[in-house]
């Protein structure tokens, strides 16, 4: 039977170290079928997420080989084999234990993003109509399983640890569906350049470069996005009209 | 004693999938204090997972569709064990659910005037599905998700329940733990709802995850709740078979909704072999017309294909067993071919069916719209739940309310497709409005702290074993036997066998150790679960073997026809005051004049 070895990350807040576990592997194995076989045969208390196994959750984010990605869709034959796979836990997040991290920070920041806000409805049943092409864009945006790989990947987050500040790829992509959603009335566009800090993001592309869902997050939701701040703020016209109307929303 | 922290609110949500989310929102703007605790982090619960779509009687692709024909519909998938009442509120109450969504943001694929899109699916007479491509269960958890978290829900995230804690008759709280810390918590409540989902992880072949270890099931039958319909386990026709380590994950019968055929090896379209004397009427008569159907034209009827779950499965099975599977013992599933039908097919197929497309390609190399695909059955649903009130969804233990899957009587013998996502909203509605009424009537009961004492104690007892058993070994070997002995065809000498086999492996359960700590321990998880899973394995196998006929999800094969007889009650399993297994048969109250009527005009 051939077999494989892995480095896995094993550790807490306190530190950890890598471990070597070597596993038998067969046809078609992805990483997470690795990882789950060694816990159940050697390591019990070896801490991983999943759930779904097929790319749907979002669950079983973590560093192969040193690229963020799902394990439950990153086949081994994709992996050189020869050498051992490291699997680590993502880094732009403190380690709780093993491959799991404290994610938390991404559920506070949603929270604080204005919800959406729909216009009265359009027809006496209390329905709306929407074209399919003018929601196809927000359906991009809606496919994201939040995996949180494009947080991980971010350097605003992963290196310079700007969490205070910026809410990153994610909630950039979360805020733009809302935007752009034809039925949302409501508008972020004061919070994106003051609150999110929009312009920290300087379009390196990476968070769209690691997305499993392969949502094209530079391009149609950050840039459009960063659009509608300089429509707003640095329009010459508008920035002469803003002097003679109050903006109270805007200080905060 | 025991350490715990303790936590209260009026009303306690456990599961936070489509049905728990619901029950939440609902409880909440009763005004009343809502805990959710999810036993993952929040939105990543099986819901996360459904594909094809949310069935509702909303006619926007079709005029002739209305809540009679959807009512009728789910009688007939059911076998007519379903409980009439809550098949009439789901039919009644699934349009207003769905349009609820919309208005909380969700963005469903568009009819070309503007409203939301139907697709065809199995036993449904008419397009019905509300769906986002074949990502609709996503749309739906997100949507309620992101609605929920602003609606002053306390969300306990990875946190798992082990025991309901009563006061008498009535719960008053229950008992869990942190994953992260392994601490345990305290949730003191007035009212309770279930929305724990499934039992898939009692066989081995599944399209369910890791949770799905029938945590609510076995919570509400230790509380002494009664469960019904335990035998009806669904496997879905279509999970993948190749290669190994994905088999079982699932293929939405969306690929069949969309034209997709099954052929076996012989490249025979053989779900044109078998259609069930009451489905005659509404299925094609040839290949043709079933395509025509398919593509919207209303005077067509549906292909074969598109039967209901539990007959495409044994047919499935048959040609396996005759030697007409496929190379990794499955039938191939054929969406390639309708290139022969429309130009640009497989820009419309990857249109359709994104996720389809992607998990083929990353995870068997396959391009499903090129090739077909190999697919065989795996486990995907329980009918079988809770016994619960169809207004209320309160169970015989006061205060104590189910929703979604883990509750029963919506889908009888068989559920169909679609029928469960709406099930989530309009039950999980009904159990949050009616838990945040009992918690409004009703006080805090006392908290016994023996109970907690006990609970606590005997959690912890794997990691005072030095040298027990493997919980992961015992958890496969159940699976295992569970997927030989009490699968898909049944019959009572191998369930027999099978309850054997359960005795033996509560045993073994009892002596199982885990090393390491409490800290994120997946294995002292799997410990603490097994208990669970014991449970509905006995309940499913207990009331398999009851039900001496074939009707539905249940295929005995020493019983191969439906017998009147058991047309009259359902089959419930409760605990004996010696703590045993009692099983009993719960008449069906008598259908209304009315509703008899619908049926019988639906044809």
Not at chain 1, 14 to 35: H, K, N, P, R
């Amino acid at each position: 039977m051939k077999t494989a070895t892995f480095k896995i990350w094993r550790g807490d807040s306190q530190g950890g170290d890598f471990v070597d576990y070597t596993t038998e592997i067969s046809e078609g194995m992805v990483v997470l079928d690795a990882v789950l076989q060694i816990q159940a045969e050697q390591a019990g208390d070896l801490a991983c997420r999943w759930n779904c196994k097929a790319g749907k959750c979002g669950s079983c984010s973590a560093e192969i080989n040193g690229m963020p990605k799902l394990m439950c869709m990153t086949r081994l034959n994709t992996l050189p084999l020869e050498e051992p796979v490291t699997v680590e836990p993502m880094k732009a997040f403190p380690p709780i234990k093993d491959l799991i991290t404290d994610v938390s920070w991404n559920y506070e920041i949603k929270k604080r993003i204005k919800k959406f806000k729909p216009r009265p409805p359009d027809a006496p049943d209390g329905t709306w109509r929407m074209m399919q092409e003018d929601i196809d864009r927000v359906q991009e945006f809606r496919k994201c399983i939040e995996c949180f790989l494009c947080q991980d990947v971010c350097h605003v987050l992963r290196d310079h640890h700007l969490h205070e500040k910026f809410i990153g790829p994610r909630f950039l992509v979360y805020a733009a569906a809302l935007e752009m959603h034809p039925l949302d009335t409501e508008n972020r566009v004061v919070e994106l350049r003051e609150d999110y800090n929009i312009g920290y993001c300087n379009i390196t592309k990476c968070c769209t470069t690691v997305c499993p869902e392969n949502i094209t997050i530079t391009d149609n939701a950050i840039i459009p996005l960063k659009e509608r701040v300089v429509d707003e703020f640095y329009d010459p016209i508008k920035k002469f009209l803003r002097l003679f109307r109050s903006r109270p929303s805007a200080k905060k | 004693m025991a350490e715990y922290q303790t936590f209260e609110h009026d009303v306690l949500v456990i599961g936070a999938g489509g049905a728990g989310l619901r029950a939440a929102i609902e409880a909440s703007a009763a005004g009343v204090s809502v805990a959710l605790v999810c036993k993952s982090l929040l939105g990543k619960a099986h819901t996360v997972m459904a594909e094809g779509g949310l069935a509702a009687a909303l006619a926007n692709v079709d005029e002739r569709d209305n809540w009679k024909v959807h009512f009728s519909d789910t009688m007939r998938g059911g076998q007519y064990l379903n409980n009439w009442r809550m098949a009439e509120l789901h039919a009644k109450e699934a349009p207003e659910r769905a349009r609820e969504l919309e208005a909380w943001g969700a963005v469903f694929d568009r009819t070309k005037d503007g409203r939301i899109l139907q697709r065809n699916f199995g036993g449904h007479k008419y397009p019905r599905l509300a769906h986002v491509g074949d990502r609709t269960g996503l749309e739906m958890i997100r949507t309620l998700q992101d609605y929920g978290i602003h609606q002053g829900i306390e969300v306990y995230m990875e946190c798992t329940v082990i025991r309901l804690l009563k006061d008498g008759e009535r719960v008053v709280g229950a008992l869990g733990y942190d994953r992260e810390r392994g601490r345990f918590r305290l949730f003191k409540a007035k009212a309770i709802v279930l929305a724990t989902g499934g039992i898939g992880r009692a066989y081995k072949i599944s399209s369910n995850s890791w949770e799905y270890t029938g945590d609510g099931h076995s919570l509400a039958y230790h509380a002494g709740a009664e469960l019904i319909d335990m035998e009806f386990v669904q496997f879905h026709p279509t999970g993948m078979v190749f290669p190994p380590s994905v088999r079982g994950i699932l293929v939405t019968e969306g690929v069949r909704g969309e034209g997709g055929i099954l052929k076996n090896s012989e490249g025979q379209r053989f779900m044109f072999d078998d259609i069930p004397a009451n489905y005659k009427d509404q299925t094609a008569d040839d290949p043709e017309e079933g395509w025509r159907y398919t593509q919207g034209d209303k005077t067509a009827r549906r292909p074969p294909e598109l039967l209901t779950r539990d007959h495409v499965a044994r047919c499935i099975v048959r040609e396996i067993k005759a030697g007409r599977g496929s190379p990794h013992g499955g039938v191939y599933l054929d969406i390639a071919w309708i290139k022969e039908k429309l130009p640009n097919a497989s820009e419309h197929i990857k249109k359709k069916l994104p996720s389809m497309y992607h998990q083929f390609k990353q995870l068997a190399d396959i391009d499903i719209t090129q090739v077909p695909m190999e697919v065989g059955p795996t486990t995907h649903y329980v009918m079988g739940g809770i016994r619960i009130d169809a207004e209320t969804q309160m169970s015989n233990v006061p205060g104590l309310f189910a929703a979604g899957e883990c509750a029963a009587g919506l889908h009888g013998a068989n559920r169909l497709g679609g029928n469960s996502l709406s099930d989530l909203i309009v039950f999980g509605k009904r159990a949050g409005e009616f838990a945040a009424a009992f918690a409004k009537e009703n006080g805090n009961d006392q908290i016994n702290a023996e109970q907690i004492e006990a609970t606590a104690r005997q959690s912890l007892a794997p990691f005072e074993r030095g040298d027990g058993e493997n919980p992961y070994q015992i958890q496969h070997d159940l699976q295992a036997m569970m997927q030989d002995l009490v699968g898909i065809v049944r019959n009572e000498e191998e369930m027999i066998r099978a309850l054997e086999g359960i005795k033996k492996l509560w045993r073994r359960a009892e002596n199982v150790s885990v090393a390491g700590n409490v800290e994120f321990n997946p294995g002292w998880h799997t410990a603490l679960d097994l208990s669970n899973l014991l449970t509905v394995s006995e309940a499913i196998t207990l009331s398999a073997i009851e039900r001496r006929e074939s009707r539905g999800a249940q295929f005995r094969e020493d019983y191969p026809s439906k017998d009147e007889e058991f047309s009259k009650f359902n089959i419930a399993i409760g605990k004996d005051s010696d703590g045993n297994m009692k099983i009993s048969r719960v008449p069906i109250p008598e259908i209304t004049a009315e509703l008899k009527q619908i049926i019988e005009e639906m044809g």
